[in-house]
């Protein structure tokens, strides 16, 4: 399973990279979060791992694997035969404000049971997420 949404936000790119980063934060936002600690002293860069409890879904530790600084991170779960990996990028727009692109994919001997079992759960978290993230940044941003 691939699933990718994105979202354009009118902020600047360093205050929605500050807010995207700013892992342990995420819950005060995202409905999709319930909690968010690192599981070593942060903050977010290559090999840093965070664990995170969502609504409905078992806790994961997701391991950063790539990371430029301001611009992008991926980190990567795997659990029960299931990789998955997401991806978080911001990019300029003309004009001033970001967009922001979140992917999801999903590898592994169960990932076409786990996409059938819980592909629409995925596709709506990320979806809120973007939202989400979007209203956050935006909220007195005066970008």
């Given amino acids: 399973m691939r699933f990718e ?3 354009d ?3 600047s790119q360093e205050r929605v990279w500050r807010i995207l980063t700013d892992v342990v934060r995420w819950p005060e936002f ?3 979060m319930t909690r968010v600690a690192y599981t070593a002293d942060g903050p977010l860069g ?12 078992p ?10 600084d301001g611009a992008s991170f991926t ?6 035969g299931v990789v998955t990996v997401a991806g978080h990028v911001l990019t300029p727009r003309p004009g001033g404000g970001v967009s922001v692109l979140l992917t999801i994919a ?9 996409g059938l079992l819980t592909g629409g759960r995925t596709r709506r978290y990320v979806r809120t997420e973007a939202e989400s993230l979007k209203r956050r940044c935006e909220a007195g941003s005066g970008r």
């Fill in 5 to 7: 949404t994105g979202v």
């Fill in 9 to 11: 936000i009118d902020a």
């Fill in 30 to 32: 995202l409905p999709t």
């Fill in 46 to 57: 290559p090999g840093v791992r965070v664990r995170i409890k969502q609504p409905a879904l």
């Fill in 59 to 68: 806790p994961m530790v997701w391991e950063v694997t790539e990371f430029t």
């Fill in 75 to 80: 980190w990567r779960a795997a659990s029960g």
């Fill in 106 to 114: 999903q590898s592994g001997p169960l990932a076409p049971l786990v």
